[in-house]
Structures are given as structure tokens and as C-alpha cells.
């Protein structure tokens, strides 16, 4: 028995440590891309569409080759049904009336044949029961739509490539983001708490010197008001790390709960997006994701049109038709007597459009105007690109100068608050002063913070527009 316990016991360890190692990630930034790639849930799903588009593109080729059905059908009449037929039918003198019409006899021989029956007789037709197997096969020989079709499946699947790559390309941007905030989260907890200490200590030792007399209360206050403010940014702080860790995980694809180690820094992941060379690159319309996307709508919306053209062409498809059929008042069809009786039938069907009431005109014009409609889109599309470009480049360009800007005025707050904090230990400076010094300092590491994870994020933002992903 406590061997079994012993067993179970390691037994639950293991699973419990497995289980903790499978749901804990390391990642560079690359390595996190590279991972959300892959296990995105938008980008799986891309993957899907791309899959699904391949599939209809070979539905669509399909349907113009060979296609072969087969039918078995039996039958089992609880009552068959009747046929009524004149009874004049049955008359056994009426060959005879047709030669005495033919022969043109008198009346008094007319008078001699008796008249004919009159009425109807009930006839029930055919066996009780039946069996038919039929085997059909059709094959396309010439449709106009059928051409088109097969040239709009291969659009459409370029257009799920096209939209897999923005997805992939969206992605990216998406897991940068969220890594640079939660990096930016944890180093905003790391300086707030780097304040909160120097701002304890300073408390601690003004509140004694109030307590001897030496200082005046409001220095006190205004210490406990800083400190207030830094304390509530702290929490603030920590609970917005635990948010974007969960949005970071919800990017990658991997459950919200498990746990992620990055292995990047801030401030050194912002000096390797610092590349003033990518402002030079120029626009290439052709490898922006969302002209390819705006250019394939615009072939698909013509092969609209061409499909419409089409339809007004004629049609050829060949036939064949085999089977046997099978008759029996009772169940016999597994006999090896039974009777079957073969039929085949080979054709072909032309089939030609003549008039549609205009339905077929109306449709065409419609079908027109989209494809005006997708034509004046892409215009519009590479206008925006073009603008988007240079708005990106713009935004990337002021992000590497706010970022030295406020790099230098970090250093130049930090510098001034060390006096202020020297000149208040020497009762040179007044809370106040020292109180507007930290604040400063605060401010200016908000702004370098701020400047670094723009750095990060407009540079994916203009590599997103250019599809120039660099290395």
C-alpha cells in the first residue's frame, strides 16, 4: 500500500513539473515573432483560408471534368395504380369496320356489324415490384463561365495569399507592440520603484529632522504628497503588467495564464531599431500588402464582368446513360433467374441563351460598375499608401528625435534633482523646489520611455507600409 502511494505520489510530481515546464516560454523578440507566426490564432486561421481557397479552387476545376453518378432504386407498389382505356379498344370487329371503311361498303352491310362497346376498362400496367440501376455520366464540352470560374479561383487564391501575408505582416507589428509594452510596463515598475525608495529615504530622514525642530512641517508634506503620487503610480503600474503579459500571450497564441520570460531590454531593443537608413527607402507599390489586396479585388470584380459576358454564350456537355431494370410481382431481384433488362443512351445538350428579358443586360451593367467601383478603389488605395508612406516616415523620424531629446533631458533632469536634493539636505533649497525637481525627473522618464517604445513601434509601422522587414 505505501508503495502504491509512493508511486501515485512521484507519479503527480512529475505531471505537476511537466505540466508548469510546458506552459513556460523564454523569447527574444524574433523568437517571439517567429513563434506568433505559427500559433497566432488570426494567422492559423489565414493559413485555413489559404487551404480553403486551394479547395474551391479545385471544386471549380472539377465541375468542367467527367462526372459520374450512379442510382439504385426499387419500387414496391402497396396498390398499383389503374389505367383506364376505351373499351373500343378491345373490339374484336374493329379491324373489320376499318376494311368496310376502307373498302367503301354499302349501308345494308354496315347494318350487318353489331355497334361497337362503349365506355372505358380499368387496366393495371407493369409488375408490383421493380428495381432500376442507372449509371450517368456527364462531361462539360464548352462553357464561357466555366473559363471564367477556373481564372477566378486562381485570383482568389492569390487573394488569400495576399491576405495571409498582411495577417502575417499585422502580426508582427501586433507581437512588437505587445512585447515593447510589457518591457515597458516592467521598466516603469523598476524606476517607480527606484523613486519610491530615494523618496522614502528623503521622508524618513525630513521627518526627523521636523521632529527635532530643524525643518518645517510643509517640507514633510510636500515629501508625503510626492510620495503619494508615486505609490499610486507604482500600483497603477503593476496592474497594467499583468495586462499587457496577458495581451502579449493572447498575441503569440498560448494560453493567458501560462508564463513568458523576455529576454530583451528596453533601451537596448530601442537602439537596435534606431535605422535613420530605412527613411530612404522608397515606396514600391507593388509590395505594399494592401495595393496587391486592393489590385486582386479589382481582377476579381473583371472576371465578374467576363463571367456575365459569358453567360449570354452557348453551352456543350455530353451525356451517357446506362442501366438495368429489373421486374417482379414478388421480392425476386436476388435470384439468380431473375430477368434484367439492359438500356443505354449516349447525347449530347447544346443549350443556347436568346432572350432574358434584359435580366441578363441588367446584370452585366451591374457587374460594370463594380468593377468601375474596384477600379477608382485602387486609385484611392495607392493614394492612402503613398500618404500613409510619408506620414510613417514622418512619425519615425520624430520618434528617433524625441528619443535623443528626451534621452538628453533625462539626463539633465536627473542632474538637476541631485541638487535640488543636495541643496534641500543643506536647507539651501525649499520642499517646494525639490518637490518641482522630482516631478521633472518623473516627467522626463515617462517621456524617455515613452520615446523608446515609439522608436519601436513606428519602425514596425513603416516596415509594416514598406514590406521591407530588416533584420
Known sequence: MMQKFVLLTTTLFFSIVAFAQQKEYIFSLDEAIEFALENNYTAINANRDIEAAKKQKWETTASGLPQISASIEYQNFLKQPVSLLPAAAFDPLASLRDIEQYYNLDALQIQQFPDPPEGFI???????????????????????????????????????????????????????????????????????????????????????????????EESVEQLKITMSNV?????????????????????????VESKVTLTEELDKLAVQNIEPVLLANELTLTNNVDFKIAENLTIQRELELKNEKAKALPSLSAFLNAGYNGNSDTFTFLDSDQRWF???????????????????????????????????QLTETEQRIKLQTEQAKSNYSFAIEQYDTSKENLNLAERIERKNQTKFSEGIASSFELRQAQTQLYSAQQEYLNAMINVINNKAELETILNTISN
Do not use: C, H, M, W
Request: overall charge positive; cysteine-free; proline content about 2%.
Open 342 to 376: 439492359g438500356q443505354a443512351l449516349v447525347g449530347a445538350r447544346l443549350n443556347v441563351p436568346i432572350f432574358s428579358s434584359l435580366g441578363r443586360s441588367a446584370r452585366t451593367q451591374r457587374a460594370k460598375i463594380a468593377f468601375d467601383q474596384a477600379k477608382t
Open 231 to 255: 505609490e499610486s503610480g507604482l500600483n497603477n503600474a503593476e496592474r497594467l503588467l499583468g495586462i499587457t503579459e496577458k495581451l502579449l500571450n493572447i498575441t503569440l497564441g498560448i494560453p
Open 122 to 216: 380499368p387496366v393495371v400496367f407493369g409488375t408490383k415490384q421493380a428495381v432500376n440501376a442507372n449509371v450517368n455520366v456527364n462531361q462539360l464540352i464548352f462553357d464561357g463561365s466555366y473559363i471564367v470560374a477556373l481564372q477566378a479561383a486562381k485570383a482568389f487564391t492569390q487573394y488569400s495569399q495576399n491576405f495571409k501575408d498582411k495577417t502575417d505582416l499585422e502580426v508582427r507589428k501586433s507581437v512588437i507592440s505587445a512585447y515593447g509594452n510589457v518591457l515597458l510596463s516592467k521598466e516603469n515598475i523598476a524606476i517607480l520603484k527606484k523613486n519610491k525608495e530615494a523618496l522614502q529615504k528623503n521622508l524618513d530622514e525630513t521627518t526627523a529632522t521636523f521632529e527635532n525642530g530643524l525643518a518645517e
